[in-house]
């Protein structure tokens, strides 16, 4: 298979990594970990953007009064935790596997300052990495509460000029209705940016919509319960929903 982009950005939703959308399954985050060594084998550019959901959601917080924008910042903690994990099973199993016989290697950026762990967040040296053929692994947000991580991947996604933004999610479609609610909701394969708006459906929040939509940035929408879609998704391949113009 021949990839049909160049550089993705990736947004891996929290509980796809957990065991019931909780906590973290080491063959889940493995096997997802292997399909992003191949496309780096590849020689696909890959970011990533990692949810919390599987730690923290800030909106459970805020459900128990707890002050919103410290519920924020806890959830961006919890996109390092994951972050940490993507990169250590990343550089764990891409070990002399490129075709020169060099290891995949990862890098975490986060919007937050914890140097001792991961680099601090700077465009110039996310995109130097990229070049390099390093997954790019950005952690805790935008820095700044009341942003989600969709809006997280969606400006990272333009900052470093990726083709596509790929979501792997826990449903394999946009539905237009909540298919856990509704048993007839149908699958939508393809949907303008506008339709998404207008129609209230939940793919991304508005603001991360938006800034797709501005820029051009085309949003695959898949499953991730097949790690194999990720090398499908960047191949091209028809599956789940495609938001575009």
Request: with cysteine; aromatic share 4%; net charge neutral.
């Amino acid at each position: 298979m021949q990839p049909a982009y160049k550089r993705v950005l990736i947004k891996l939703s929290g509980e796809a990594l957990g065991e019931n959308g909780k906590g973290f399954s080491a063959p889940t985050i493995e096997n997802v970990a292997l399909r992003i060594i191949d496309l780096v084998k590849m020689g696909v550019e890959v970011a990533l953007v990692v949810g919390a959901g599987n730690i923290w959601r800030g909106r459970e917080g805020v459900s128990r009064d707890m002050d919103r924008v410290t519920a924020d910042y806890m959830g961006m903690l919890g996109t390092v935790i994951n972050a940490l994990a993507m990169q250590d099973a990343i550089e764990r199993l891409g070990v002399g596997v490129l075709p020169d016989g060099g290891d995949v290697q990862a890098r975490v950026q986060t919007a937050i300052e914890m140097r001792q762990i991961a680099e601090p967040y700077i465009r110039r040296r996310a995109v130097r990495h990229l070049e390099k053929g390093r997954v790019v692994i950005f952690a805790c947000g935008t820095g700044s509460p009341f942003f989600t991580t969709d809006t997280t991947a969606a400006l990272r996604a333009t900052e470093i000029g990726a083709d596509a933004l790929l979501l792997a999610k826990n449903t394999d479609y946009i539905y237009d209705a909540d298919p856990n609610l509704v048993k007839d909701a149908h699958k939508i394969l393809a949907i303008t940016y506008m339709e998404v708006l207008q129609r209230g459906l939940t793919v991304m929040d508005s603001t991360a919509l938006t800034l797709c939509m501005d820029n051009h940035l085309p949003i695959i929408c898949f499953g991730l319960k097949d790690p194999q879609n990720l090398i499908r998704a960047v191949c091209g391949e028809k599956i789940g929903t495609t938001v575009s113009i």
